[in-house]
């Protein structure tokens, strides 16, 4: 199972960080928009060969500290077709460099639609006669509003082609309660959807015990972490909201098991933009990058051991 | 308001039908691909120029019949890149026919995220000093599991720019029951993010009353459709799952206010595949489709009569 291979490269890295790939323009240093503006003017096509030319840095930068990056789709699509050209390729290169790679999609819808998505970022859509490998992900991430026809797809991918996705449960930001907190019965909404997502992962486990679907549960919630740590034993969790948005290494550490598995941390901007604090106009960006993410990564070896 | 403008093309064609552009390259017809494959071969640009072709011709069919189409995002993207340049190829080719388009993409997602998704499908992105438009649709779906915080940055958009969007509140699949039927208190989750919805949206309605934030409502719930038409009498619904899902025109006319207002039902396959049924091998896909679309609009004007 696809978790057993992301597990197994957190470990070597002893360091359960995904670094987010977010690049909006204005994160991008100044030299490389200069030249790719120089290039192709101010132009979604200008933006595109920064963005590509940034991302390309910043995972040579980091893979050998991380063991995942996570692009995220809004950053892609805001610069149209060319944005998602350099997604795919972003996707292609950082897995080429050992990179376990989550799109951070949030797609959730059903039938032949889902199937559609499914192809298109975990599997291949067929073209005739041919089997066309698209975004090539070696994991997603879902939204499960509308039920288990929303998620089925991209669970047989994940079967078929060792992959993974993981499903929003309890979301790191403050809007969350409003629909995640309703209370049912004896039950939130956010236990309601763990609940689900572990059952519609059944029969999927890993070696490690993990099954193919995880859940989305928010850095920002410590008390959540832990109480849907101890109710979805088989569900590996993907934690959002460290650092600027209030989460710290002592609040993670509820996600994992007992031994230091079964979560991953995620950090977008801390590392992306380290260049902004070093004064350096963005020259030493990748150094800034790295640096962070080895700050990181002994942040979480504080309160976390991982076995 | 942009609801106003959708409401008006609806009187104008005497039809509330929006027609779904869901192309799988199974559903174009032979004479198109193998001009295609001749030119790309077998690849996601063969499918993708097969794609756009079809779309054209679709496009050109339906658009004095239908006021709106709806291209669905996974159709496209489970072509990667090339797909989504026909996806911006197609939002722009319809709009230049007069026809409302919304882009069903059910992106939810928070903070700057939002703000970029936003700025890619409704906003322009800003490069440098040069603001650019992307897929510049008029209106979107989204989903709004993680609160206010995933559909704010759309609003702003809807305000600025006069466009619209659709949030999920109880959809035509058979699992929507997992989640959205979930009883809290003496509501269930779809009336909590139907009335979500339209506190999100106060203060944006224009002259037909309607708001700039609309929900997604089932034709397969034709007593949901009735019990949310009167809680919600700002929303404008977008209703899926006519035809081939089992919605009828008797069970839709529910999702429409007294004047036949506030709402369009949607058909894809329906339309898109009607050449399957008249045994010419797709040659008459446009008549096909345009027989189709004339049809539901007559078995609609049974139920629902516009004023």
New interface residues.
């Given amino acids: 199972m696809s978790f057993d291979i992301l597990q197994e490269k957190i470990r070597e890295k002893k360091n359960p960080t995904v670094a987010g790939l977010?690049p909006?323009?204005e994160y991008v240093p100044a030299h490389i928009?200069k030249k790719s503006?120089e290039q192709y003017g101010?132009?979604?096509a200008?933006?595109a060969d920064a963005v590509w030319e940034f991302n390309k840095g910043l995972i040579d930068a980091l893979c050998d500290i991380v063991p995942a990056v996570k692009p995220?789709s809004?950053?892609y699509?805001?610069?149209?077709?060319?944005?998602?050209?350099v997604?795919?390729k972003t996707i292609r290169y950082a897995r080429e460099k050992g990179l376990y790679v989550i799109a951070d999609i949030?797609?959730?819808?059903?039938?032949?639609?889902?199937t559609?998505?499914a192809?298109?970022?975990l599997g291949v859509?067929?073209?005739?006669?041919?089997e066309?490998p698209?975004?090539d992900a070696d994991c997603v991430t879902l939204?499960?509003?509308?039920?288990?026809?929303?998620i089925k797809p991209f669970l047989e991918e994940c079967v078929a082609r060792n992959k993974s996705a993981f499903v929003?449960a309890k979301?790191?930001?403050?809007?969350?309660?409003?629909?995640?907190d309703?209370?049912?019965?004896d039950r939130v909404?956010y236990t309601?959807?763990g609940d689900?997502i572990e059952r519609w992962g059944k029969d999927t486990a890993g070696k490690y015990g993990y099954q193919a679907l995880g859940a989305v549960v928010g850095a920002t919630h410590p008390s959540v972490l832990k109480e849907l740590r101890r109710r979805l034993e088989r569900t590996f969790f993907l934690v959002p909201g460290y650092g600027a948005q209030g989460g710290t290494a002592a609040d993670v550490r509820y996600a994992f098991d007992e031994l230091g598995r079964g979560a991953i941390i995620n950090a977008s901007r801390s590392i992306m933009c380290a260049w902004k604090k070093t004064g350096q106009d963005g020259l030493d960006y990748q150094e800034a990058a790295r640096n962070a993410a080895i700050q990181m990564r002994e942040e979480l070896k504080e309160y976390i051991t991982i076995l």
């Fill in positions: 977010d909006r323009i928009q503006f101010e132009t979604l200008g933006a995220q809004a950053y699509e805001n610069m149209g077709w060319q944005g998602m050209a997604m795919e949030k797609r959730g819808d059903i039938g032949s639609t889902a559609a998505y192809e298109g970022w859509t067929k073209v005739g006669g041919t066309c698209v975004f939204n499960g509003y509308m039920g288990s026809d929303a929003l979301t790191s930001n403050p809007s969350s309660v409003e629909l995640q309703m209370v049912a019965g909404v309601v959807m689900l």
